[in-house]
């Protein structure tokens, strides 16, 4: 199951934990679960969709 994270001033999810904008730090927001609201970072899917994400 991915971690989605985000930053807190941020709308962008990221799972893909070599994404090069994947945040980290304290100030992020984690859902377990796949949000249902804010946007999904389109480098991510890129790299679902090439099998390339590590999470």
Known sequence: MPRYVKRKDSDTWHW???????????????????PTYGELCDECQAKEKEDRCTG
């Open 16 to 34: 893909c934990t070599n994404c090069s904008n994947y945040p980290t730090g304290l100030n992020v927001n984690v859902s377990y679960k796949k």
